[in-house]
């Protein structure tokens, strides 16, 4: 039985803190939750540390469903939360539902994630009402990175803090399962924690919120020209797999590889049979 989100929601009640990750295909997700990591995000940061692109804008409907696929099949236990693309939960709540449905359906996703402020709170009520878990998402919201003008950290003045409070608290009132904090000063994230009775995860959002989620690749050092300051780079895979394919180039060009070991045998006589 997977983790569901009642066990998501007990964890802060017993003021159990949770460590959340994201993971785009079977086999980081199948190694990311044998460490024990309880709720794998496929973040549509994937157009970012996968595809390449500048911002998380042009990821699709059904690139995230394949993605949550994927990642569905590398785990057993851990709840999955798939993100939904933009432009496909803002033009109305039913183009909203019949979408995250299909992150539920094909993806196998077990909640979905949106971002937006408190005028998303009727989506997340549409949603919740009728059965699909949301992890909602404010503050600095890669989706609308235009609007905001860059990567901005969020709610710094008393209006716009004002503003993710009432966001947060809908949210809550509108049925979502936790909500992700990202990129707000720690103390604001720290009081929408405390007059939440969800769990708040935070990015960016320090030290004060009930969990904690970041992008795998950022911890992995696997992007090696930047690494974002909410995020703290705990090996450099990117260094390794470097010197890994220096090695076996070299040996290649060495003929140092493959070696007997790597390589199969047959019945010498059919050999000296053939032409
Ligand atoms: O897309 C993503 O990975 C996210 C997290 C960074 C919260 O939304």
Redesign the pocket.
């Known amino acids: 039985m997977r983790i569901t989100i009642r066990d998501i929601q007990r964890l802060k009640t017993e003021r159990r803190r949770i460590a959340m990750l994201?993971a785009y295909d079977a086999t980081m997700a199948r190694l990311v939750e044998a460490a024990g990591i309880p709720i794998i995000?496929v973040?549509?940061?994937?157009g970012m540390v996968v595809q390449g692109h500048q911002t998380?804008l042009p990821v699709t409907l059904e690139q995230m469903i394949y993605h949550t696929q994927m990642v569905v099949r590398g785990t057993q236990r851990a709840l999955i939360v798939a993100?939904m693309p933009f432009a496909t939960y803002q033009i109305s709540a039913e183009q909203a539902f019949a979408n995250a449905a299909r992150l539920l359906q094909e993806g196998g996703a077990g909640a979905v994630?949106l971002?937006g402020g408190e005028s998303l709170a009727p989506t997340v009520a549409r949603l919740t009402e009728n059965g699909i878990p949301v992890m909602a998402?404010i503050g600095l919201t890669?989706q609308h990175v235009h609007q905001i003008g860059g990567w901005r950290v969020q709610g710094r003045d008393l209006a716009a803090a004002r503003a993710l409070v009432a966001a947060a608290k809908a949210h809550e009132a509108s049925g979502a399962f936790a909500i992700?904090l990202?990129g707000i000063p720690a103390a604001l994230a720290a009081h929408i924690t405390a007059r939440l009775s969800i769990p708040t995860?935070g990015?960016g959002a320090g030290a004060g919120c009930d969990g904690q989620?970041?992008?795998l690749h950022d911890l992995l050092g696997l992007i090696e020209d930047f690494t974002p300051k909410h995020a703290r780079r705990y090996a450099k895979l990117g260094m390794a797999i470097r010197k890994v394919v220096a090695r076996y180039i070299a040996d290649v060009e060495a003929g140092a590889f493959p070696s007997q070991a790597h390589s199969f045998s047959m019945d010498e006589s059919i050999l000296a049979e053939l032409d």
């Open positions: 994201t995000l973040g549509d940061s994937l998380t993100d994630k971002e998402h890669p992700v990202e995860i990015i989620v970041q992008v």
